[in-house]
């Protein structure tokens, strides 16, 4: 700045005004100003000027799994409000790793970033130290973990699973096979819950031999699937805690020669852009995935903006039951 102030013969000041738009400076200043820069190849230190306003405007954003489409929507539409309010957005995703987690978010921390959106790879006794630690505000989406007091932004996941297994029964299905996600996360348990809470609503209790547990994945769905579809008495629905696994239940039933919904009705939770293009057509509990990016987004923006003061919000939103095809009733 020194070097542009002497090249066009004005003010540090001056070259600060119109560098950082502070000020408003006049045309012909401004001009000496801006050829002085082109000149002498001046760019400005972002990490310098972060140091000194004590902002980045730049929000640090961890999710569990970027292949899952349930959170590539999710950061979209984050990114999508945040960048309207004149913020970026720096992205890692853990891999499901609690401790690649725990280390991600410090190297966001590290890098000054203003705010944090985090969706929890699971159960964490250390996420709560970290945020405790820092002034920095916080929302968890997707997933919640007890202890962590802070803004959220989650999904009523155990009526999600409730109102679609009421509806494999509706059809006349009771061996229902739930493959389940994690136990260590909320969502995993709250879709199990409502798993249960439905069969027993119908008036029968749940079968834990037609329980599997998963963990979010496609090759171990897979491996449960089989397992479910073999057995002497096997189920003649099966449901998934989300969009991968369901595809590990498809190839399962492919390789075993079963055909969808013929001889297995398959349901999942989360909906994603080719479950109408599925062969057959998927039925799901679809996420409001936009909903919850903006309104994500909108919490940080409130916390930073000073708009919003007081105690922790959790705002829980509504899946949907999409029927399709892939269900028939029992015969």
């Known amino acids: 700045m020194l070097d542009v102030a002497a090249a066009a013969r004005v003010s540090v000041a001056t070259v600060s005004a119109v560098v950082n738009g502070t000020a408003v400076v006049s045309p012909e200043l401004t001009a000496r100003i801006e050829e002085a820069i082109r ?11 972060s140091l000194k306003m004590g902002t980045t405007r730049t929000i640090g954003l961890t999710v569990a799994d970027i292949t899952n489409p349930f959170f590539t929507d999710v950061v979209a539409a984050i990114q999508e409000v945040l960048h309207k309010a004149g913020y970026a957005v720096m992205l890692c995703s853990n891999d499901e790793n609690i401790e690649m987690q725990d280390e991600q978010i410090q190297l966001l921390l590290d890098r000054m970033v203003d705010g944090l959106i985090i969706a929890p790879a699971g159960d964490d006794a250390n996420l709560e130290r970290i945020l405790s ?19 959220a932004v989650v999904l009523d996941n155990e009526q999600g699973v ?16 739930y493959i389940s996600g994690p ?3 909320s969502t995993g348990r709250d879709r199990l819950i409502g798993y249960r809470r439905a069969l027993e609503a119908a008036g029968g ?12 994945r496609e090759a171990e769905a897979y491996r449960l699937a089989m397992e479910l579809l073999t057995l002497p008495e096997r ?9 991968l696994m369901v595809i590990g239940v498809m190839k399962a039933l492919r390789d075993l020669g079963l055909s969808c919904p013929e001889d297995i009705s398959v349901a999942c939770f989360d909906d994603f852009p080719w479950a109408d293009v599925f062969h057959p057509q998927l039925t799901t509990v679809a996420q409001p995935v936009q909903a919850i990016g903006e309104h994500a987004a909108r919490l940080i923006l409130d916390r930073l903006e000073r708009k919003t003061d007081g105690p922790p919000r959790r705002e829980v939103l509504q899946g949907r039951l999409t029927v399709r095809n892939s269900c028939r009733p029992l015969s």
């Open 235 to 243: 189920p003649t629905a099966v449901f998934t805690a989300n969009n």
């Open 133 to 151: 630690g820092t002034n920095v505000p916080a929302v968890l989406i997707d997933r919640i973990c007890e202890g962590v007091d802070t803004d």
């Open 205 to 216: 209790a749940c079968q834990e031999t037609l329980v599997r547990r998963g963990d979010y």
């Open 183 to 185: 136990l260590d996360t």
């Open 162 to 177: 409730f109102d679609a297994v009421t509806y494999l029964l509706g059809l006349g299905h009771r061996r229902i096979g």
């Open 39 to 49: 000149a002498i190849g001046y760019k400005r230190n972002a990490v310098a000027r």
